[in-house]
């Protein structure tokens, strides 16, 4: 049963590649704008999940009402997002860098004329495939890393995706020296570029993200740390016609602590940049899953009687059932996880984050992710 449901998951993969970039342009995006409006409509178990995290975002001052139209339009961009990235591979690299507009990119091309290396961090928003085509087009290339998934032959073909826009991309999983490899890129002078926040792993650096506690990959800032490379945090957004991107001041290194002190110290700054990018573009982050500790685990939050609060504030709306009016919907299969240029989870960091001069590291033995408690969203919830 689970070898045919990897093939299939490949065929809807495959045929989505084949097809969508053969249609005409109008009728692609309106098709997938459709499919995003039905998921909306249907308000699954990944569309009410969507809904809780931007409750957060929004603040307590928002209405489900205006939940609502924030997650209808963020349902249009994550769709947006996929019938981008059947395309993308079509595009000139006149169209793809024409509908991209970059805020601050001269700090960008400034630092890596230097011969310094650079880690580009960003959260799951906009499209990220469009904003690596651009970046390999200005540092010739850049490397990031991926999660391996089943179907191997579906991770393959992601593979073929990526590295045709530029990327070089090392597997997290069934390989070795991953964090070495990229210390050795930025060593060089070259550009990294990770998805960055959310870590759901033992390794994670536990930050206060939207008045909650959640956990961030130790890997860009410990790269910064160990190569001395510079940490631009990086958020990005749908326009009308094209897709917008901010790149961030640099995230100095702290100048005293330990390691971990410094590590721990970047990635709150990291997160404190996030929230404020996100905020602005509420719509354009694609977060379909638990983030939060205290919504994984009300017992394990940290703060002040994290569970105890958890059990005395009402449901959230993923939480919500659905109206007694609604019919009741036929069970979908499940849709895997399409591998980020960084995971959901984590960089692999090493045991002890080395010293610039010590050459590569090795991977922690705990670089495997941890899975989401819940299971994938079905196909009316849309891919993941």
Request: with cysteine.
């Amino acid at each position: 049963m689970s070898d045919l449901k990897d093939e299939l998951t490949y065929r809807a993969y495959a045929t989505g590649w084949a097809v969508v970039r053969r249609l005409p342009e109008r009728t692609a995006y309106g098709l997938f704008r459709i499919a995003a409006d039905r998921a909306w409509r249907k308000r699954g178990k990944s569309v009410r999940r969507l809904e809780s995290n931007l409750a957060r975002v929004l603040g307590p001052d928002a209405n489900e009402e205006q939940i609502r139209a924030v997650s209808k339009q963020g349902m249009r961009n994550y769709m947006r997002y996929y019938c981008d990235t059947f395309r993308l591979e079509t595009w000139s690299r006149e169209h793809t860098d024409a509908t991209i507009h970059v805020e601050n990119e001269q700090m960008l091309r400034e630092t890596l004329a230097s011969g310094r290396g650079v880690v580009l961090a960003l959260p799951h928003m906009g499209n990220w495939d469009h904003a690596g085509a651009w970046a390999a087009h200005v540092a010739d290339g850049f490397t990031t890393v991926a999660e391996r998934l089943k179907p191997e032959k579906l991770f393959d073909r992601w593979l073929r995706y990526r590295e045709s826009i530029g990327m070089e991309v090392l597997p997290l999983t069934g390989g070795s020296g991953t964090f070495g490899g990229l210390m050795r890129r930025l060593r060089a002078g070259g550009l990294v570029c990770l998805v960055a926040e959310r870590d759901l792993t033992s390794s994670g650096v536990p930050v206060e993200f939207f008045g909650e506690t959640t956990k961030l990959p130790a890997g860009p800032a410990a790269l910064a740390i160990a190569t001395g490379a510079a940490l631009f945090p990086v958020t990005l957004w749908y326009n009308e016609d094209s897709m917008g991107a901010k790149v961030w001041p640099e995230l100095p290194v702290p100048a005293e602590g330990t390691k971990q002190e410094k590590i721990n110290a970047l990635c709150q700054r990291l997160a404190d940049t996030f929230a404020e990018g996100i905020a602005a573009h509420p719509a354009d982050w694609h977060m379909l899953q638990r983030l939060w500790l205290v919504d994984l685990d009300p017992a394990k939050a940290p703060g002040k009687q994290a569970a105890q609060q958890a059990a005395q504030q009402p449901p959230r709306p993923e939480q919500t059932p659905p109206s007694q009016s609604q019919e009741p919907q036929p069970e979908q299969a499940p849709q895997p996880q399409e591998p980020d240029p960084a995971p959901l989870t984590s960089v692999p960091e090493p045991a002890a984050v080395p010293e610039p001069a010590t050459g590569s590291a090795q991977d922690t033995a705990d670089a495997g992710s941890a899975q989401d408690a819940d299971p994938a969203p079905s196909t009316a919830d849309g891919p993941r």
